[in-house]
C-alpha cells in the first residue's frame, strides 16, 4: 500500500484493518487518532458519511477517504490530515 508507506515515512505507527465496534478501518494511525479509508466501487457515499460519524461520535476518531488508490496526488493532502492532529 502506497499510502501506508508515505505514513510511516512521517514516524506514524499504522495498523491494518483496525476494528472499531462493528466497522474495520482500512488504516488506523493511534498516535493521532485518525484514519485511511479507501472507497471501492461498492461504497454508498450516505452509508459512508453516516459510519464516519458513528466512529468518530463513539471513538473520536477521523477518517480520511480515498476515493481512487492510485491517485498517489493525494500525499499532501493525506500528510496535511494527519499533522493538522500531531500539533
Given at each position: 500500500?502506497?499510502?501506508?508507506?508515505?505514513?510511516?515515512s512521517l514516524g506514524i505507527e499504522t495498523?491494518?484493518?483496525?476494528?472499531?465496534?462493528?466497522?474495520?478501518?482500512?488504516?488506523?494511525?493511534?498516535?493521532?487518532?485518525?484514519?485511511?479509508?479507501?472507497?471501492?466501487?461498492?461504497?454508498?457515499?450516505?452509508?459512508?458519511?453516516?459510519?464516519?460519524?458513528?466512529?468518530?461520535?463513539n471513538f473520536g476518531i477521523?477518517?480520511?477517504?480515498?476515493?481512487?488508490?492510485?491517485?498517489?496526488?493525494?500525499?499532501?493532502?493525506?500528510?496535511?490530515?494527519?499533522?493538522?492532529?500531531?500539533?
Open positions: 500500500m502506497e499510502l501506508q508507506k508515505i505514513i510511516t495498523i491494518l484493518e483496525k476494528q472499531v465496534g462493528n466497522y474495520i478501518i482500512d488504516i488506523y494511525l493511534p498516535e493521532v487518532n485518525r484514519g485511511v479509508e479507501f472507497d471501492g466501487p461498492k461504497h454508498s457515499k450516505k452509508r459512508d458519511k453516516n459510519r464516519d460519524a458513528w466512529i468518530k461520535d477521523e477518517i480520511f477517504r480515498v476515493k481512487d488508490i492510485r491517485r498517489l496526488d493525494l500525499k499532501d493532502e493525506l500528510v496535511e490530515f494527519i499533522c493538522e492532529e500531531k500539533r
